[in-house]
């Protein structure tokens, strides 16, 4: 099982406001969380109006389905936000499905 994670930043050249830049974040981030059933959301540069740093993060089967998912996204934010990709990085986390669980403790 493989957990991925994507960081991304856009800019936003015709963000005037604060209110601009959200209707741009929140348009991209239902747009994601619609076409691939992922996790989706502004993670940063929350005062800047005319910069966003979001994520997104899923969990594949397996790393060339990571891989496939992840290309597939950086290509619809490419193509399907009002601003510009500027920068992109990514991390995946592999977890061995079959190991033992126990039963968890909470403080």
Not at 5 to 15: K, S
């Amino acid at each position: 099982m493989i957990v991925s994670v994507a960081l991304f930043e856009i800019f936003i050249p015709h963000a005037q406001s604060l209110k601009d830049k959200r209707m741009v974040v929140r348009s991209l981030r239902e747009k994601l969380r619609h076409r691939f059933e992922i996790s989706a959301g502004e993670v940063g540069l929350h005062d800047l109006h005319q910069r966003a740093r979001m994520a997104v993060s899923f969990v594949s089967i397996d790393d060339p389905a990571a891989d496939a998912m992840l290309e597939r996204i950086l290509t619809f934010v490419e193509t399907n936000s009002e601003g510009t990709l500027t920068g992109w990085t990514t991390e995946k986390l592999d977890f061995d499905e079959t190991v033992a669980l126990g039963v968890p403790h909470f403080s």
